[in-house]
């Protein structure tokens, strides 16, 4: 390991880089539809169904980072300043403009952001992590039924 990479950090850094490049294409390209449009169901929808996607499609990773944080490495602040960060900014900026125009109640966009990722990433946390599932109920329904939930929260 050490002959490609001379530390630790140089090996987290290529694991983000990896982990950002793959995951950055299928997102923005479902969510670049609507990111000047003011279809806020459309939006939340594609975007929690990214969400469970992106659990569903690289658990390893999520479980990753999990262990990461509890060892208080540093990939974790690694992976959301390069990762996490790039995608809570592109929402917070689409909740922001429509803040803006009236469609939704004025607020932090950030916490709002943070506030639907926290919503749809526990749910597939809880699948993923502790094999617990909503019934009968499919994904579609789960992201439906929570941007249904935000929504009502969140319009102005």
Known sequence: M????????????????AQS???AGPFEEKLRAFLDKDDDQG????LGQEILNWHKLDPGCFRLLLFSALEGSELTEMFFERHSSVFLSKISGYLSRRMDE??????NPELAARAFFGM??????????FNMRQGDVSDAEVVEAMVGIYLRGMQA
Not at 2 to 17: E, G, P, S, V
Not at 43 to 46: D, N, V
Not at 102 to 107: A, E
């Open 2 to 17: 050490y002959q490609h990479f001379a530390t630790k950090r140089d090996l987290f850094n290529a694991i983000i880089d």
């Open 21 to 23: 490049q793959k995951d």
């Open 43 to 46: 939006f939340l929808t594609a």
């Open 102 to 107: 009236g469609g939704l109640r004025k607020m």
């Open 120 to 129: 749809v990433g526990s749910y597939a946390m809880d699948q993923q992590i």
